[in-house]
């Protein structure tokens, strides 16, 4: 069974800092990681994803991830964050492609002006 | 591009009657359907997994008598929430996996379930 921990339940930065928002996941094997965005009142948006190859991903609006294999971990990183950037994230992870996709509990990212 | 629609976006519903959600996907062919429900606290429990050409399989603390899933063709979904109760509630997704898409879901902005 795999599980995903996303350790802060609330970030607040100002705009124009950067942000990390953190990710860790345990499964032994071929994992399938992504994340996701839902800002109030509304579903999810797909971000990014990560399954193989360069372990950095790019996603939009400026968002990139980084899977880390020693870590278990696959934080999602912006340089230079926007007020419209404020929302809740989620972390998801899955065993391989084509099967279950369970999140984490969600971190909310607070962008003051 | 890939987008989903779920209808209805928000329904109060009484005690113990039912209440019934569609998902479509649209410019796209879903291999797979996966049903949320998000509670008042933001996380996420899967209730079922519906794949083309396989039974729909449903998670533990869900089952088909509570929450049975249609799922006619490669672009629709609708699931049920019958006698729905206070625990019932919540936000209730449908994720869409898009052929060649690999485990990306895209969701719909979701059916909120009052239950008064």
């Known amino acids: 069974t795999q599980t995903v921990s996303q350790s802060d339940a609330h970030v607040t930065v100002f705009e124009g800092d950067s942000v990390e928002l953190r990710c860790n996941y345990s499964?032994?094997?071929?994992?399938?990681l992504s994340w996701y965005i839902q800002h109030h009142g509304h579903g999810l948006q797909f971000l990014l994803k990560?399954?193989?190859?360069?372990?950095v991903v790019q996603g939009v609006n400026g968002f990139e991830a980084e899977f880390s294999k020693s870590d278990s971990s696959f934080h999602l990183r912006k340089a230079s964050v926007h007020w419209s950037d404020s929302a809740v994230y989620f972390c998801?992870?899955?065993?391989?492609?084509?099967?279950?996709?369970?999140f984490g509990d969600g971190t909310q990212l607070v962008v003051k002006p | 591009g890939a987008l989903v629609y779920q209808y209805p976006r928000r329904t109060i519903c009484k005690s113990g009657t039912s209440m019934r959600m569609e998902c479509q996907a649209v410019?796209?062919?879903?291999?797979?359907v996966a049903w949320y429900r998000q509670s008042p606290q933001k996380t996420f429990e899967l209730i079922a997994l519906?794949?083309?050409?396989?039974?729909?399989k449903y998670e533990q603390n869900f089952t088909q008598e509570k929450f049975p899933i249609s799922h006619p063709n490669l672009s629709f979904s609708s699931m049920t929430v019958l006698n729905a109760y206070l625990e019932d509630r919540g936000l209730y997704l449908c994720?869409?996996?898009?052929w060649g898409a690999g485990n990306t879901l895209y969701f719909g902005e979701g059916s909120r379930l009052i239950v008064v």
């Open positions: 410019g796209f062919q879903a291999t797979s």
């Open positions: 994720g869409a996996r898009a």
């Open positions: 519906s794949t083309v050409n396989s039974a729909i």
């Open positions: 998801a992870v899955s065993a391989g492609s084509n099967n279950r996709i369970f």
């Open positions: 990560y399954y193989s190859g360069n372990p």
């Open positions: 499964y032994g094997g071929s994992i399938y």
